[in-house]
């Protein structure tokens, strides 16, 4: 199911459910799913890695949940303009082999008239944790 359709300009209460309805689509870990929410020529720059458009989302999210197992998702809002929404979020995630991680950062998001993210910006570090240490099930 695509996320719901929130169009600018945004409200505090229309950039928290913009919020909600990206972690829950991220969560899903459906690259289909997730790219509905982008415009078809999206400009990203994750971590060190730019991408443009949403076929290379796609692939790039089929990567990273690939190596990203058993991945969940918290965000929320920083602050929010007209068309601009930036968060900040936390996912935790193992490895293929085992090892816990907890990956925090921050996203800038600007969106067309249409509701569709036509450039995300995130930077991201990851921490080692113990599998105890878990805080996102």
Excluded at 97 to 106: E, K, P
Aim: charged letters at 35%; aromatic letters at 14%.
């Amino acid at each position: 199911m695509p996320p719901p359709v929130i169009k600018p300009p945004f409200t505090f209460e229309t950039a928290k459910a913009k919020v909600q309805a990206a972690e829950d689509a991220w969560n899903s870990r459906d690259p289909e799913r997730v790219a509905l929410a982008y415009t078809e020529d999206s400009d990203w720059r994750n971590r060190d890695e730019f991408i443009q458009g949403r076929d290379a989302i796609k692939a790039f999210l089929r990567r990273k949940w690939a190596k990203e197992l058993d991945y969940r998702l918290r965000k929320e809002l920083w602050c929010w303009t007209e068309n601009r929404i930036a968060v900040t979020f936390q996912y935790e995630w193992h490895n293929p082999v085992g090892h816990w991680f907890r990956s925090y950062g921050n996203e800038l998001w600007e969106f067309d008239e249409q509701g569709l993210m036509r450039r995300r910006i995130a930077s991201i570090n990851d921490v080692p944790i113990a599998e105890n240490e878990r805080k996102i099930r």
